[in-house]
């Protein structure tokens, strides 16, 4: 996810850069279930759209294209991930 997110603590083989992306069902219900929008391993974003951009390595393609979306796109997006 890059050195931004970077926590320096490897773990087995995954260096401190890396980590293991838990499914996405039910992130539509974080915000219910714990009273407050907390992404991430750590809980440092605080929305969805805040946790796509501090993705770097090999998840930045994919966040520069978020980007480049219209404000339409990008809510249609968010609105998606959050029925899951």
């Known amino acids: 996810m890059g050195p931004d ?3 320096d603590f490897p773990e087995m083989i995954a260096s401190g850069s890396e980590w293991r992306t838990p499914p996405l069902w039910g992130i539509g ?12 391993h750590d809980g440092r974003a605080r929305s969805l759209l805040e946790a796509i951009l501090w993705h770097g390595g090999e998840a930045r393609n994919a966040r520069d294209a978020v980007t480049v979306l219209s404000k339409t796109d990008r809510e249609a997006l968010l609105a998606f991930l959050k029925s899951l």
């Open 29 to 40: 219900l974080i915000d219910l279930t714990n009273g407050r929008e907390d992404y991430l």
């Open 5 to 7: 997110l970077a926590d």
